[in-house]
């Protein structure tokens, strides 16, 4: 099937009205229609609801970015066969994403390498394809921003941006044990979302662990219960996930020259650890 030329004036005129990626598949369109003598409102629809799908994608695509969350880590992509045990009701729930418009938390359990982090960036991209705005942190990577921000008089700002995102998620909590400084901020970060924004904490350890973790016990105490009791448990045990993550060599002939960086279009990507 032969695709029809698109018109100069026409391809300038999408252009200035920011509609220029219609033009990539508007040609395969035209003949569709053409071919299914589809009535010209529902030629319109078709080309518009293209357009609405990539934007919304883009976007989701951009929050994705900008939250740090790893694109390869989604559901998608998810392991079906791997040998991990889960309560699958519980995460299709959580897939639902009921618990953000719920102000619920998600503590995420379980040993080494079994998918935790995998699972709270799933979520995150779920998130995001829904229209919120994530965040995600390694918590030694939080708390370091956190005591970076003391020492250049930008706690308020920091703090503000980590109380009021949609979605915050933090990875590999209570690894360490807390000074008392970072004690008061995790106390504070506990308190300030609770029941108004939603929280994703993956740890290896169980919650009456995180107890330890903190400076003060009593502090320790009166955030680990807000938390917890507003929180949905998911717990994952079995075989390291991991292995399933390793780089393997297909059986396709290497290329023929080594790969060049590609050049990132528009904005340049935030570094992580300046989130």
């Not at 252009?15 to 508007?26: C, E, S, Y």
């Not at 790893?70 to 639902?96: C, G, I, N, Q, S």
Request: charged letters at 30%; glycine letters at 4%.
């Amino acid at each position: 099937m032969k695709t029809p030329a698109i018109a100069v004036e026409l391809r300038d005129a999408m252009k200035r009205l920011r509609l220029g990626p219609v033009l990539d598949t508007l040609s395969e369109r035209i003949a569709l229609a053409e071919q299914q003598d589809l009535p010209l409102q529902d030629f319109l629809l078709l080309i518009l609801s293209d357009e609405i799908t990539r934007r919304h994608t883009s976007a989701a695509r951009r929050r994705a970015d900008d939250a740090g969350l790893d694109p390869d880590m989604v559901f998608e992509r998810w392991d079906k066969t791997t040998k991990v045990h889960y309560d699958r009701r519980v995460l299709a729930e959580l897939a639902t994403l009921r618990f953000i418009e719920g102000h619920r938390n998600v503590i995420i359990l379980g040993p080494v390498g079994v998918g935790k982090t995998f699972i709270a960036h799933a979520l995150g991209h779920l998130a995001c394809h829904g229209g919120f705005q994530v965040r995600v942190f390694r918590a030694d990577e939080l708390l370091r921003r956190l005591r970076q921000s003391r020492m250049d008089n930008s706690r308020d700002v920091v703090m503000t941006e980590l109380t009021t995102i949609d979605l915050l998620i933090i990875d590999d909590f209570a690894l360490e044990p807390m000074t008392r400084e970072e004690s008061r901020d995790v106390y504070q970060l506990f308190v300030d979302r609770n029941a108004r924004l939603p929280t994703i904490i993956t740890s290896n350890r169980d919650t009456a662990e995180w107890l330890a973790a903190f400076d003060d016990t009593l502090l320790a105490q009166s955030a680990v219960d807000r938390f917890k009791n507003n929180a949905y448990d998911f717990v994952i045990d079995g075989e390291s996930y991991r292995p399933r993550l390793k780089p393997v060599v297909d059986n396709e002939p290497p290329p023929a020259a080594p790969v060049v960086k590609r050049q990132t279009p528009g904005r340049r990507r935030q570094s992580r650890s300046a989130k």
